[in-house]
């Protein structure tokens, strides 16, 4: 892979040289790569998506779209192929979720990548919305649906498939929503978003993201980040001195947090962790009350 990854950033600098690649011990999906040169820059880093290679062009669109519109640091896509990008580096170490300054900041900024309006709900493929809904609730069944049929034929899933079309059903009006579609990070935690020097650096890896209701990117944030810890409410109030949150976003979160378990058993079984998909497992079927 090395040599794949040397050719690849040679073509787009030919007159560099490569010193060192170094591949990122973290990311599940794709392989992520740092790469040393003697020039033009110092580092950079080379994303593989060799079974979706649309993501480059996606990666492309939304780093541009949130440098463009607002303050948050992301990396720049330098250049990209059929299946890959090369992204400029950015330092930093994870976020010390600790650190009730660094998370008020953290917070914040996801207020501002909230704050990109999206003409729809949906999947973002490329640097279009397909497919593409007018309504939440519509979208989310269908993506929920999406996710069911990727799960194993068993009964446990069966049962687990049943209970959470329930869910929807019966809190149908909680995805009734008012705000407007807005790009949803989806995979915004420590590992994420990075630090130097007390302040956040940048903010990585827009793989995920799609078109959607802001409060579940929070809380999936939330669960990922603070299980519950007064960090949360520093992580919140950083978000609302930028953003808000509806008076139903409690009442949204155990909804939301069983969905985003479903999506975090279906990646563990698309990457075969079985250990991963026990623990999914068994998380989502003691919320569903199986």
């Known amino acids: 892979m090395d040599t794949e990854v040397t050719a690849a950033v040679l073509r787009h600098f030919p007159t560099s040289s490569v010193k060192r690649v170094t591949r990122y011990e973290k990311g599940i999906m794709n392989a992520t790569f740092k790469v040393e040169m003697s020039s033009p820059a110092n580092l950079v880093v080379y994303r593989s998506y060799s079974r979706e290679g649309w993501k480059a062009a996606k990666e492309q669109y939304l780093y541009k779209l949130i440098r463009d519109r607002t303050t948050v640091p992301v990396p720049e896509v330098l250049a990209k192929g059929k299946d890959y990008s090369i992204l400029s580096h950015i330092s930093g170490s994870e976020l010390d979720v600790r650190d009730k300054k660094l998370v008020f ?99 990585i890896d827009v793989e995920w993201a799609i078109a959607g209701h802001h409060e579940l990117d929070l809380v999936k944030s939330c669960e990922w980040m603070f299980s519950g810890s007064p960090m949360e409410d520093v992580f ?55």
């Not at 914040?108 to 729809?120: G, T, Y």
């Not at 493929?125 to 999406?146: K, M, Y």
């Not at 950083?238 to 058993?265: F, M, P």
């Open 105 to 203: 900041e953290a917070g914040a900024l996801l207020a501002k990548i909230h704050s990109l309006r999206m003409p729809s709900f949906g999947w973002i493929v490329g640097n279009t919305i397909e497919p593409s809904f007018s309504d939440w609730e519509a979208f989310l069944r269908f993506d929920t649906q999406h996710k069911l049929s990727k799960l194993p034929h068993t009964l446990e899933h069966t049962e687990i498939e049943n209970r959470v079309m329930k869910m929807l059903d019966t809190h149908s009006d909680l995805l009734t929503i008012d705000s407007a579609p807005c790009l949803v990070h989806k995979d915004y935690h420590a590992s994420h978003i990075l630090v130097v020097d007390g302040a956040i650096s940048g903010v």
């Open 236 to 290: 919140l109030d950083g978000y609302r001195s930028v953003g808000t949150i509806s008076s139903e976003y409690e009442k949204r979160k155990k909804l939301y947090t069983i969905l985003i378990l479903l999506s975090s058993l279906v990646i563990s079984y698309d990457c075969n962790n079985r250990e991963k998909c026990d623990e999914n497992r068994d998380r989502l079927q003691k919320l569903l009350g199986i």
